[in-house]
């Protein structure tokens, strides 16, 4: 148990990622391993199962499955699927929790890694991170690129203003600029 009451993960994980679906924290993507120590980097291992966190039961379980293997990927919810994207790869995987299965999607354009994503209505947008190039070398990226669940297709958008990596995206949705009232005569400044 953690110092605030709330039971902690099971184990200790670098780099996560994770996606929440119905009252349910599902942890796919990382490493296991010592911390930030830099003489122990070659003890760092795949975490290759999801952690699944039950809100209302307080409790852990890991879901073993061989079709995780993304590593420093981000996952996100994308209609009804948890949508894990690439991770040291170019595939994408979506997981359905009614089903309990997993779906190959489209792979992306380049094996990337250390990105962002975000789902905008009912497309994810990836961007920026780390891309392996043709001769094994990692470089880091500004692409900015669109998957449509619909036809399980990648569209570039163009590139961000600056190459990113490390950086997490977030959907905002538009916001009334007065809240709406019950009380007719209540007044809001302009």
């Known amino acids: 148990m953690s110092k605030d009451g709330g039971y902690s993960l099971p184990l200790e994980v670098r780099v996560i990622y994770c996606g929440g679906f119905t009252m349910i924290i599902y942890v796919t993507s990382g490493y296991k391993g010592p911390g930030p120590q830099p003489e122990k980097a070659h003890c760092l291992e795949e975490l290759k199962a999801a952690h699944v966190y039950h809100i209302s039961r307080n409790t852990w379980f890991k879901m073993e499955t061989r079709m995780i293997k993304n590593v420093c990927a981000p996952a996100v919810v994308l209609g009804e699927r ?4 690439g991770g040291y790869t170019r595939r994408i995987l979506a997981y359905d929790p009614r089903s309990n299965k997993f779906v190959k999607c ?5 094996r990337r890694m250390h990105h962002g994503a975000t789902v905008m209505g009912s497309k994810l947008y990836v ?4 891309r392996l190039t043709s001769d094994c070398n990692i470089e880091d990226s500004a692409s900015f690129d669109c998957y449509d669940p619909e036809t399980d297709t ?23 600029t007065r809240p709406p009232s019950c009380d007719a005569e209540e007044k809001y400044p302009p």
Do not use: E, N, Y
């Open 82 to 85: 948890i949508v894990i994207v």
């Open 106 to 110: 489209a792979d992306m354009k380049d």
């Open 127 to 130: 961007t920026g991170g780390r």
């Open 154 to 176: 990648w569209t570039s958008q163009g590139q961000l203003p600056h190459k990113l990596f490390d950086h997490a995206c977030l959907t905002l949705q538009c916001l009334p």
